[in-house]
């Protein structure tokens, strides 16, 4: 079975703060992805990548950046965290570049305060 | 630009009412539509996936279908276990290299007893 795991399923942080938040995945995916889900807007991507140290910008990529060190793990870092990055946030991975079937973790729901 | 539509937004069923989920979508040239289901607070689980027209998939009380335009997801004497959201999306061939997916919001489906 495929395993995508995240750090945190709920995480309390403060304005201004920097904050991680760590995917992992344990099936040799090429791919993860990095989304926000908000009621009403649905699943948004936020950025994506398809290598190590390869990175793509998704459709909402201002306020985030994403490090990929190594293949099984992806990092969203919210630089200076603010109210409306309050959110879910869902990592998801796939397992090669033209195999679509993306496989989600249970996700993280950050708060800002 | 590749859009996902999902009808209804919501969905109440008494157990054994038979229904079906729609998904239109306009893409250029499918490569892959995808069903997925979302229980309140956790990450999609993947169902099916469907990559030509007329191609049908089952499991369980669920069955999904795909035409050139649309395709439906057919619930059999649901049950309330089947109660969470259903989320469709699709992937085309002009993301298709990044294996990016294109979702639509989601209907919330309740099964009461």
């Known amino acids: 079975d495929v395993k995508v795991t995240q750090s945190s399923r709920y995480l309390v942080k403060r304005t201004g703060e920097k904050v991680f938040l760590e995917c992992v995945q344990d099936?040799?995916?090429?791919?993860m992805f990095w989304y926000r889900q908000d009621p009403g807007l649905g699943l948004r991507l936020i950025y994506f990548?398809?290598?190590?140290?390869?990175?793509e910008k998704g459709d909402i990529p201002e306020g985030y950046s994403v490090s990929r060190e190594k293949k099984e793990r992806f990092s969203l870092i919210l630089e200076s965290a603010s109210t409306n990055q309050t959110s879910m946030y869902l990592c998801?991975?796939?397992?090669?570049?033209?195999?679509?079937?993306?496989?989600f973790g249970p996700g993280t729901r950050l708060t800002v305060l | 630009e590749d859009q996902v539509t999902q009808s209804p937004e919501a969905l109440r069923l008494q157990e054994g009412e038979s229904s079906s989920l729609n998904c239109s979508y306009t893409?250029?040239?499918?490569?892959?539509l995808f069903w997925y289901r979302q229980d309140p607070g956790k990450g999609p689980e993947f169902l099916f996936t469907?990559?030509?027209a007329g191609e049908e998939k089952e499991k369980e009380r669920l069955k999904a279908t795909l035409t050139k335009k649309e395709s439906f997801l057919h619930i059999t004497a649901p049950k309330p276990e089947d109660s969470a959201t259903y989320l469709c999306?699709?992937?085309?061939?002009?993301?298709?290299?990044?294996?990016?997916?294109?979702f639509g919001r989601g209907t919330q489906l309740t099964v009461w007893p």
């Open positions: 099936m040799d995916h090429e791919n």
């Open positions: 990548s398809y290598d190590v140290k390869m990175k």
């Open positions: 998801a991975s796939s397992f090669r570049i033209g195999a679509d079937t993306q496989y």
């Open positions: 893409v250029s040239g499918l490569r892959g």
């Open positions: 999306a699709v992937s085309g061939r002009r993301g298709s290299t990044l294996g990016r997916l294109y």
């Open positions: 469907l990559y030509s």
